[in-house]
């Protein structure tokens, strides 16, 4: 049982009940079928996790496929964000480098590239790739040694790695993220080298997570930064509040309004099937569902998280 501050209380029952529930909705949706290797996955997983830390031992309770591995993809670009503002400071990445306003358009879109300075935010493809071009480091080997020895770190688990097909199949496919780039550089918004950047971008899309992982993740920045197992401060607190508050506004892509209605907790999604709640001095919770609604986000995720926003006592509006 994990104790949600005294009041509200997950326990394997409710998960339980909220897997039940959103398992009802994974068959109208569909794995992402732009990136061949995530078409093949099976859509009908799903599962869920939660990390509270309100005692001295985290808690962790889990159904369903939490320990099955996905694909990270949109969920790195709150790590990537997160090495990019310690390199270069906030004011910097967020008044040069990209905005801090939804878009109202497709994850992937380019169509407000050419009427804007710099992409609307860091959780769009444009504006994470942005960022990832301001990521520290002589080679993209090195930007992506920094970025998976801090994933391992917030995820509380040494194991994480790459996963290779879905790195090549990204590599292949990824024509349009190469189309954002190119004019992101043609614009002096992207440093450097731009098939670099690509690959460092495409690489950290490619890790290999479980939804254990991303409520670790979760419950980090839920906990100001500090990781509630080893104590370590792994995330500046600013840094912090500020990535929370751009998961509640852009973390679900042209579905965040309606996930703010909904659901009401701050989240980041990826079209791996994963997403990241972190519900302040409370819990993490990860979900994966690779059943994708058409804005790219879970369908069987988001339902379980309405369900939990139901029966918690944990409410932003
Ligand atoms: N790798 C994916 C892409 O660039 C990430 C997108 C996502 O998860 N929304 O298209």
Known sequence: MLLAGGTGVVTQELLKDALKYGKCFVRNGNTANYIPELQRVNKYQLGICAVGFDGDL????????SRVP??????????????AVRDRGPDYLFHDKVGVEPTGD????????ETKSRPFNPFINAGAIAVASCINGTSADEKFDRFLELTRKLCNNKEISLNESVYQSEKETGDRNRALAYYLKASGVLEGDVEECLDLYFRMCSVSVTALDIANLSA???NQGKCPFSKEMLIEPHSAKAIRALMLTCGMYDGSGEFAMSVGFPAKSGVGGGIAVPLVGRMGIGVFGPSLDEKG????GIKMLEFLSEKLDYQLF
């Open 106 to 113: 497709p994850f992937n879109s380019i169509v407000k590239l």
């Open 297 to 300: 986000n879970s369908i069987g």
């Open 58 to 65: 985290p808690e962790v309770v889990e159904v369903g496929d």
């Open 70 to 83: 996905f694909t990270i993809q949109s969920i790195s670009k709150i790590i990537s964000l997160i090495l």
């Open 220 to 222: 980090v920045l839920a």
